[in-house]
């Protein structure tokens, strides 16, 4: 029987499915103050003063000398792509341990995405699989911070410099995490956020591009505003900006962002008091000296009583609508059967077939927790 709600009056309503997750929002008065200005300007967007006041706060939040809003975070890799002129045809490593945008951003940028398995704890690319796979055709390295677990950025970095290669981390998960307190937008060339509303800090849709060399930034500024620069179209840009009204939702979540991360942790805590010590049941490790940001909770159901379909299916009926985060691995998109893949991805495979992620979102009560953990047990 699905999880009722008692609303004000005591009745008993219909019951809502457990989403995956579930947008936060900022208290409505305060949203409400802050696009007040925006009646008396009628400034809505290009890069109006909401959108250069998020910059700045995020620059600062970001520990990060360089942020540029964009309109998702699909856009925002694509340009990135871009900006870097890379040569027609050259190679991408990557993981296919990731959304549909991390791969169609590489392909749709005229480059070729070549696969790298994943490591088999923390279920980002594995660094010791990646020098094989360079070519004299291979220009960048794009990991994934998948889940918001950090990519072991160190050895990532030297195996990008002794091949001279670019990194660029897709961080679509990974906002607020930090590792001895540097932030996650400070490692490799340069690091992308998703900031849709399904994420820890949302813009509704948005996205952004960190990085610490100055010249990128106008780079990135004309390739999402039709390729102006100082009023003249000096390339064939797109438009990918941000409005206003999506800067000022962002100016309110990041004053809630601290208590959102916190409200998560405690939802996360719950699932592994409850999860953590069963047979089969694998939860995602923590990493010393990274503060997580729970932007999900994946369970790997590895040699458990119940297979990862079964557990799917059986929370569907409860009206727990739980997700198969990563599944199935882009490779294997009908859209890239035909890209050769040069390396096993067999930890790919492997744990894409057994991951389902748990609702997780702050407002998550923990009657609902021990519901849905009582459910799969
Ligand atoms: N790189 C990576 C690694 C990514 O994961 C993503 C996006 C990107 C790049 C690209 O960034 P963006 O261009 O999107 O900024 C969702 C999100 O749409 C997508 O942003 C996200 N990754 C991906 C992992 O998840 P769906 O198709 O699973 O979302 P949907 O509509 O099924 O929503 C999931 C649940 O969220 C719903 O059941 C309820 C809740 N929800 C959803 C929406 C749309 C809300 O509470 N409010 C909402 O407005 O893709």
């Known amino acids: 029987m699905p999880i009722g709600v008692l609303s004000k009056e005591g009745r008993k309503q219909v019951n809502s499915p457990i989403q995956v997750t579930r947008s936060s929002m900022p208290p409505f008065e305060e949203y409400i103050e802050e696009i007040r200005p925006l009646w008396e300007s009628r400034w809505l967007t290009n890069m109006g003063s909401k959108h250069q006041e998020l910059e700045k706060a995020l620059e600062q939040y970001l520990q990060i000398p360089h942020v540029s809003l964009f309109a998702n975070g699909h856009l925002a890799l694509e340009a990135v792509l871009a900006a870097f002129r890379f040569p027609e045809g050259s190679e991408v ?3 296919p341990f990731t959304f549909a945008s ?28 990646i020098s094989e796979l360079v070519t004299e055709r291979t220009a960048a390295i794009l990991p994934v911070h998948v ?7 160190d050895a990532i970095q030297r195996t990008a410099d002794q091949y001279g290669l670019k990194v660029i981390y897709d961080a679509a998960h990974a906002f607020g995490v930090t590792r001895d307190g540097v932030s996650a937008a400070t490692f490799g060339d340069v ?7 399904t994420k820890v800090f949302h813009t509704v849709e948005g996205g952004a591009v960190c990085f610490q060399d100055s010249a990128l930034r106008q780079r990135l500024e ?17 438009n990918a900006k941000l409005s206003e009204f999506h800067a000022a939702m962002g100016m309110c979540n990041l004053r809630h962002l601290e208590e959102e991360i916190a409200r998560r942790g405690m939802v996360s805590k719950r699932y592994r008091e409850l ?3 069963v047979k089969g049941i694998r939860l995602r490790v923590g990493q010393r000296g990274v503060r997580p940001n729970y932007a999900y909770f994946p369970v790997v159901f590895d040699g458990y009583s119940y297979t990862r379909e079964e557990v799917f299916e059986r929370l569907k009926a409860q009206s727990i609508n739980a997700r198969k985060y990563f599944y199935p691995l ?5 859209c890239y059967r035909d890209l050769s893949v040069a390396k096993s991805l067999e930890t790919a495979v492997h744990i894409a077939e057994q991951v389902l992620c748990l609702p997780l ?11 849905i953990c009582e459910t799969i047990l």
Not at 111 to 118: A, H, Q, R, S, W
Not at 191 to 197: E, G, I, R
Not at 330 to 334: E, V, Y
């Open 93 to 95: 490593i990557t993981t």
């Open 102 to 129: 991390t791969t169609h951003a590489i392909v749709r940028s005229g480059l070729t995405p070549v696969f790298c398995d994943i490591d088999p704890v923390t279920w980002t690319m594995d660094p010791e699989k």
């Open 147 to 153: 889940y918001g677990t950090l990519c072991d950025v």
């Open 191 to 197: 690091s992308v956020f998703s900031f849709h509303a």
């Open 222 to 238: 004309s390739l999402k505003n039709f390729g102006f620069h100082n009023a003249e179209a000096v390339e064939a840009g797109g």
């Open 275 to 277: 999860l953590g010590n």
């Open 330 to 334: 882009t490779s294997s998109f009908p």
């Open 361 to 371: 979102y702050a407002g998550l009560a923990l009657t609902e927790v021990e519901k």
